[in-house]
């Protein structure tokens, strides 16, 4: 045999020759136009997202604090029953912090018996671990009043139901 041997190619017959002609110019002239429209087509923002007023709105904080400001209250004065609901029932209902819970009508004796100015003088002042108001400091010396009521009502005090100031 001989000391050389033939070399052989991928390529055996003529129609595999017409593939690989026809690949090796449609490949390189795809791969040509994507790098072209990679380029050209460069992205772009939006004329809009550049408007202040959309940029404003982009950047706007999650949330805000608002200390002393005017919240919208009704002009009517809160009932009692609501304010007691709302805030007071929060220690009151469950004796948190020595609070006289509602319905224990021996503390609530025992505070109702100076009367309501007192108990409302309490309030207003803060004692023990309540604080000034109930911690609710938009609320009116006559909501106030309501709320005292209600809650030694309940207990089994008859105090009567303040007067709405200027009526």
Not at 33 to 49: G, M, Y
Not at 90 to 101: I, N, T, V, W
Request: aromatic share 2%; glycine share 10%; net charge positive.
């Amino acid at each position: 045999m001989s000391d050389h041997e033939e070399h052989s190619s991928f390529i055996k017959t003529p129609r595999q020759l017409v593939v690989v002609i026809l690949l090796s110019f449609v490949v390189p002239v795809v791969a040509i136009v994507l790098l072209v429209q990679v380029v050209v087509n460069r992205p772009h923002s939006d004329p809009a997202t550049i408007r202040p007023e959309a940029i404003e709105a982009r950047i706007q904080p999650v949330g805000r604090v608002e200390i002393g400001a005017d919240t919208a209250v009704s002009k009517e004065p809160r009932g009692g029953e609501d304010i007691v609901k709302q805030y007071c029932g929060a220690c009151h209902l469950s004796g948190a912090a020595g609070a006289p819970k509602i319905g224990d009508k021996a503390a609530w004796g025992k505070l109702a018996r100076p009367g309501l100015a007192a108990m409302l003088k309490n309030a207003i002042q803060g004692k023990g671990s309540m604080p000034p108001r109930g911690g609710v400091s938009d609320l009116s010396d006559f909501e106030l009043a309501r709320a005292i009521v209600a809650m030694a009502n309940q207990s089994g005090a008859s105090l009567k139901e303040p007067a709405e100031p200027g009526k």
